[in-house]
T-cell receptor, first 111, second 113 residues
Framework: GEDVEQSLFLSVREGDSSVINCTYTDSSSTYLYWYKQEPGAGLQLLTYIFSNMDMKQDQRLTVLLNKKDKHLSLRIADTQTGDSAIYFCAESIGGSYIPTFGRGTSLIVHP | EAGVAQSPRYKIIEKRQSVAFWCNPISGHATLYWYQQILGQGPKLLIQFQNNGVVDDSQLPKDRFSAERLKGVDSTLKIQPAKLEDSAVYLC???????????FGPGTRLTVL
């Protein structure tokens, strides 16, 4: 199976919160990342969390990490239409800083 | 500050033809990466350079893919000959060093017919 798994689609109403979930398999993950990809553009690092942290908050973004269940989530508060994009979960393992990406979750924000 | 530049943005070729992609990283970035992103999947690392040396090319299909970064700045990725399964977006990224945040270019979308 895939090293990093995500659901493929999420649809939310503008102003609601979005929660994108991810599971990973390698317990030696060092960093876990969330990237955003808008149509026709490259990936943009949104945020990352070190594996010994449980939570990280950055403005509208909240990352939660459950190491026991190998589960990572990204919460976007007050979701806007400009947040519509594909969100990739990724992990780096051991001493490497190279991310291993999931398939991405397509977030659709409708009015 | 200018971002990572890639060209061309789109390329359509027939199978068995050759193709080359070009990447200009952010000025001063020592580390450069090439990723392959097949439709519906996340990017997968093909090769990582540190200045003009190869750090990791374990996932590069060396029978048909080659990459170089001769002067430690710009890089080219070549496919010769192309196969149908090479259809993908090829992303270039750069970082100050291997431990720093990667900045991605817009990619080159390759279609092999």
């Amino acid at each position: 199976g895939e090293d990093v798994e995500q659901s493929l689609f999420l649809s939310v109403r503008e102003g609601d919160s979005s929660v994108i979930n991810c599971t990973y398999t390698d317990s030696s993950s060092t960093y876990l990342y969330w990237y955003k990809q808008e149509p026709g553009a490259g990936l943009q690092l949104l945020t990352y969390i070190f594996s010994n942290m449980d939570m990280k908050q950055d403005q509208r973004l909240t990352v939660l990490l459950n190491k026991k269940d190998k589960h990572l989530s990204l919460r976007i508060a007050d979701t806007q239409t400009g947040d519509s994009a594909i969100y990739f979960c990724a992990e780096s393992i051991g001493g490497s800083y190279i991310p291993t990406f999931g398939r991405g979750t397509s977030l659709i924000v409708h009015p | 500050e200018a971002g990572v530049a890639q060209s061309p943005r789109y390329k359509i070729i027939e199978k068995r033809q050759s193709v080359a992609f070009w990447c200009n990283p952010i000025s001063g970035h020592a580390t450069l990466y090439w990723y392959q992103q097949i439709l519906g999947q996340g990017p997968k690392l093909l090769i990582q350079f540190q200045n003009n040396g190869v750090v990791d090319d374990s996932q590069l299909p060396k029978d048909r893919f080659s990459a170089e970064r001769l002067k430690g700045v710009d890089s080219t990725l070549k496919i010769q000959p192309a196969k149908l399964e090479d259809s993908a977006v090829y992303l270039c990224a750069s970082s100050l060093g291997s431990e720093n945040e990667q900045f991605f270019g817009p990619g080159t979308r390759l279609t092999v017919l």
